[in-house]
């Protein structure tokens, strides 16, 4: 089988298909600690993308409560069941990716979820990992924890979906890296379901055939961020392009985040398909359990967040998430603000450090009026 070399592993891994990178990757930085899991994203996403027929359990977007929530029903840990916990010597992978378990020549390690797992998408929501007596408060270090984690396709360096297909329906653009099924060769084997170890490839009970996220890929093409993106009201979301064929630029925000930085890590790297959406890790959650779901860089990355207040650089570039509908992919910090710009050269955003604040007076001479807190 070729090999391939995974910088999320720190080593070469088995992957079915050589092919050069994509000329720029789409990529997405989710903030877990901002995330109020209101649902806005998932509405935005299902009443645009999947509203028709055969589509009733598709959500190419939704946010689930982890430590017990999943949806499909715990997609996540019936996979680590069969792969067992990764173990990591650095930041180089040691156990097998879902390509290495199986067998040269056979498709990715994974599972088919039951029709019964797509029956509850808010599973396990607000659960926390423990019960609480009768009028216990939380004071310091939380002894219980919930964290809410939204999920979209990740649009995988070396993606699972993919490399399953038997019909060649499934392919990665060359111009942003986005994965899409043609829907034409498509004949349902759903080979792609069991084989994604994120559970975002859906079929169609209606048309036979299998839909995942699209990454809005007629808003990319008009440099506009992603539905879900411009939609969150948390702003936990910033979505631009990494730097796939030369050195990562500082002045990008994706790249500066998620490569220099490596404060936003990804989902479940040990998988080996290279996810492109990173979080950013919740810092009140125990470093055990978060470093199964985004490996070994956890805590540096908890540390790096909590004094955001002192790296003006790297929390100006996180003041761009949710700040203009333009994907921005160069940014620049001048004095007390952030400025980013569109691929056209375009100024898109320009956000204050501090909010500027506006008092007005009690009595307004000009109209005759007061106001009061009601108006």
Same mark, same amino acid.
């Given at each position: 089988?070729?090999?391939?070399?995974?910088?999320?592993?720190?080593?070469?891994?088995?992957?079915?298909? %050589?092919?050069?990178?994509?000329?720029?990757?789409?990529a997405y930085v989710f903030d877990t600690n901002k995330c109020i899991e209101c649902q806005t994203c998932t509405v935005a996403c299902k009443t645009c993308w999947t509203s028709g027929k055969g589509q009733e359990i598709i959500f190419w977007n939704n946010v689930e409560t982890k430590p017990y929530g999943?949806?499909?029903?715990?997609?996540? !840990?019936?996979?680590?069941?069969?792969?067992?916990?990764?173990?990591?010597?650095? !930041?180089?992978?040691? !156990?097998?990716?879902?390509?290495?378990?199986?067998?040269?020549? /056979?498709?990715? *390690?994974?599972?088919?979820?039951?029709?019964?797992?797509?029956?509850?998408?808010?599973?396990?929501?607000?659960?926390?990992?423990?019960?609480?007596?009768?009028?216990?408060?939380?004071?310091?270090?939380?002894?219980?924890?919930?964290?809410?984690?939204?999920?979209? #396709? *990740?649009?995988?360096?070396?993606?699972?979906?993919?490399?399953? @297909?038997?019909?060649?329906?499934?392919?990665?653009?060359?111009?942003?890296?986005?994965?899409?099924?043609?829907?034409?060769? @498509? =004949?349902?084997? /759903?080979?792609?379901?069991?084989? #994604?170890?994120?559970?975002?490839?859906?079929? *169609?009970?209606?048309?036979?055939?299998? %839909?995942? @996220?699209?990454? #809005?890929?007629?808003?990319?093409?008009?440099?506009?961020?992603?539905? @879900?993106?411009?939609? #969150?009201?948390?702003?936990?979301?910033?979505?631009?392009?990494?730097?796939?064929?030369?050195?990562?630029?500082?002045?990008?925000? &994706?790249?500066?985040?998620?490569?220099?930085?490596? +404060?936003?890590?990804?989902?479940?790297? /040990?998988?080996?398909?290279?996810?492109?959406?990173?979080?950013?890790?919740?810092?009140?959650?125990? *470093?055990?359990? +978060?470093?199964?779901?985004?490996?070994?860089?956890? %805590?540096?990355?908890?540390?790096?967040? =909590?004094?955001?207040?002192?790296?003006?650089? &790297?929390?100006?570039?996180? +003041? +761009?998430?949710?700040?203009?509908?333009?994907?921005?992919?160069?940014?620049?910090?001048?004095?007390?603000?952030?400025?980013?710009?569109?691929?056209?050269?375009?100024?898109?955003?320009?956000?204050?450090?501090?909010?500027?604040?506006?008092? =007005?007076?009690?009595?307004?001479?000009?109209?005759?009026?007061?106001?009061?807190?009601?108006?």
């Open positions: 089988m070729p090999k391939r070399y995974n910088w999320q592993l720190g080593r070469e891994m088995d992957y079915p298909f %050589e092919a050069p990178p994509p000329a720029r990757q789409v999943g949806y499909p029903l715990e997609w996540d !840990t019936r996979l680590l069941a069969k792969t067992g916990p990764a173990a990591w010597k650095g !930041t180089t992978l040691v !156990t097998p990716t879902v390509f290495e378990t199986e067998g040269d020549k /056979q498709p990715p *390690n994974g599972h088919r979820p039951a029709v019964d797992d797509y029956s509850s998408p808010n599973v396990g929501e607000d659960d926390i990992t423990g019960t609480i007596e009768m009028g216990a408060a939380f004071s310091g270090v939380h002894p219980m924890w919930m964290f809410y984690l939204a999920r979209i #396709c *990740n649009h995988c360096d070396h993606p699972a979906c993919l490399a399953a @297909c038997p019909r060649q329906a499934i392919y990665k653009r060359d111009e942003d890296g986005i994965v899409l099924i043609d829907q034409e060769r @498509c =004949r349902g084997y /759903q080979e792609c379901v069991r084989a #994604c170890p994120y559970k975002k490839t859906f079929f *169609n009970v209606i048309s036979r055939a299998s %839909e995942k @996220c699209i990454g #809005c890929f007629p808003r990319v093409e008009q440099g506009q961020v992603a539905l @879900c993106v411009e939609s #969150c009201i948390g702003k936990i979301r910033l979505h631009g392009f990494l730097t796939t064929r030369g050195e990562p630029r500082p002045d990008n925000p &994706l790249d500066y985040i998620v490569k220099i930085r490596k +404060l936003a890590l990804p989902l479940y790297p /040990q998988h080996g398909t290279g996810p492109n959406v990173y979080y950013i890790p919740p810092v009140h959650v125990p *470093n055990g359990f +978060l470093e199964q779901l985004f490996g070994p860089g956890v %805590e540096a990355a908890k540390t790096m967040y =909590r004094k955001l207040a002192d790296d003006r650089q &790297l929390l100006g570039a996180l +003041l +761009l998430s949710g700040a203009s509908q333009r994907i921005i992919t160069r940014f620049e910090v001048k004095g007390d603000e952030v400025l980013g710009w569109a691929e056209n050269g375009d100024e898109v955003a320009r956000v204050p450090f501090t909010e500027p604040v506006y008092i =007005r007076k009690h009595y307004d001479e000009v109209h005759n009026v007061y106001r009061h807190n009601t108006t």
